[in-house]
């Protein structure tokens, strides 16, 4: 029966193998950008700003034309001057409402008239329809519009700039798990090597070769490699957490990336860069549109100022009883209006107005100064990170034949376990450092086409670099990346 043993462990490990395979997504740059435009609740924000501006718009365009409305009402009443009203209204008042009946001649002129007087409870039912239209408001209207636009520009911009920040972040954790992974295989080469020199020691310590202290220095640099191993694992594991967050996965689902993201270079000069910058830049046309919202806003107030002239025109049924006969009649009027003081409430509007646009005015200014600062800093970041991965290959190569001879002559005794030690140190720097420097050149470039508001992923390729841990040089052969 223990030939049954084998197949009972091998049908307990495939269900859960199967679980793992359809929980893992394999995500190449864009398809990681595509489920966090979706799912950014950042962006979600910026885009129902824009809805809201929009609505704006529609309710500033729409004060313009007239409006018409509707009205219907019903009342009942005793009193004396409401009920002559509501007959007059009707078109049904007569003699005998104002006491016709008790006149008698001269002698009744002192009679107080019980019809007029003592009418009793009377009932209207009145049907309004009413057309309202403001002519003229001195600007207001122009003003408001004008606002309005402002905002949906500056909204459009802001979820541009909403939109590029997503990218950019995705792009930080996409290339953040690919430098994990590289710093992980690092780890793990140094543990390696690590093992392998405490072996060599021990070997050497047996033949009589070494002191013991060369034991216990290449046990507490292995001990410290495994400690190495642990600590990038976890931030592998943090960095794929991120990135599942980003894209809206369900917890718990596995993540395989695909090729490097590699962000195009734009080849223009940094004063040609920083004038693109100042055009492009879709937070500073937000802000810029804030601006023109400003003056917009100082309109608005200075409205106030001039007259306003309306016109109304309305049509009245006005009958006894609901749906019985009614009387129609017509209204038309045009009312002039105009504040000629008000104890300085329009002065101090305009004032608050004017202060808002001078505060964005100096917004603007200080955005395109910081921008073009951060850009220069970009700018320089990104040449000084491409000699970086060139320095490092170079680096990292000569730093492993270094090693493999180091490793050698120590077998030989002709080298001290220091110098062994040193060397493999020298050599996980210099593979972290290109590791590194890989990563810092595609964020750089990424965060200089942001900063140009052309940050797109149809300007983000997939890179032929190989970031894969196999294309890290061993102590052993001093392979190039």
Do not use: C
């Amino acid at each position: 029966m223990r030939w049954f043993l084998p197949l009972i462990l091998l049908a307990a490990v495939l269900p859960f193998a199967s679980v793992s395979a359809q929980t893992a997504v394999r995500l190449d740059f864009r398809d990681a950008v595509n489920r966090a435009l979706a799912s950014s609740p950042a962006l979600q924000e910026t885009q129902g700003q824009l809805r809201a501006a929009d609505g704006a718009a529609t309710a500033a365009a729409g004060a313009r034309w007239p409006r018409l409305g509707a009205a219907e009402s019903a009342a009942r009443s005793d009193d004396p001057l409401t009920v002559f009203g509501y007959k007059l209204s009707q078109r049904g008042a007569t003699f005998g409402d104002f006491g016709a009946a008790q006149f008698a001649g001269p002698d009744s002129l002192n009679v107080t008239p019980t019809a007029l007087d003592h009418p009793g409870a009377y009932s209207n039912y009145r049907t309004r329809v009413q057309l309202a239209w403001t002519l003229y408001a001195g600007g207001r209207l122009s003003a408001t519009i004008a606002r309005a636009r402002a905002a949906i520009a500056a909204a459009q911009s802001g979820n541009m700039a909403a939109r590029q920040a997503v990218i950019l972040e995705v792009l930080r954790a996409y290339e953040g798990v690919r430098a994990a992974t590289a710093q992980l295989a690092v780890a793990r080469k140094t543990r390696t090597a690590a093992a392998s020199d405490l072996a060599m020691a021990r070997k050497r310590h047996d033949q009589g070769t070494v002191l013991k202290s060369d034991v216990l220095t290449a046990q507490v640099r292995f001990d410290r490699s495994r400690l190495g191993v642990r600590t990038a694992s976890d931030q592998l594991d943090h960095a794929r957490e991120y990135l599942r967050i980003l894209t809206g996965l369900p917890q718990g689902t596995g993540i395989v990336i695909g090729p490097p993201a590699e962000p195009a270079m734009p080849a223009a000069p940094l004063a040609t860069l920083q004038r693109e910058a100042a055009a492009g830049n879709p937070t500073l046309l937000a802000l810029r549109n804030q601006v023109e919202g400003g003056h917009a806003a100082v309109s608005i107030q200075k409205a106030a100022y001039r007259p306003q002239v309306s016109l109304v025109l309305g049509q009245d049924w006005n009958g006894r009883t609901l749906g019985g006969p009614s009387a129609s009649s017509y209204t038309i009027g045009a009312v002039l209006s105009w504040d000629l003081f008000d104890f300085g409430i329009r002065r101090g509007n305009v004032a608050h107005a004017r202060g808002e646009l001078d505060a964005a005015q100096a917004r603007v200014r200080a955005y395109q100064q910081r921008l073009q600062l951060e850009l220069d800093r970009t700018w320089r970041r990104t040449r000084e990170a491409a000699d970086r991965v060139a320095v490092s290959r170079t680096a990292v190569r000569q730093a492993g034949e270094a090693q493999r001879i180091l490793k050698l002559r120590y077998g030989q005794g002709l080298a001290t376990i220091t110098a062994l030690l040193d060397g493999e140190a020298a050599l996980d720097e210099a593979e972290s450092e290109l590791v590194a420097a890989r990563y810092e050149l595609r964020i750089s470039r990424a965060t200089l086409l942001d900063e140009l508001g052309e940050l797109d992923p149809a300007r983000i390729g997939s890179g032929a670099t190989d970031d894969s841990p196999e294309s890290m040089p061993t102590a052993a052969t001093g392979a190039q990346p």
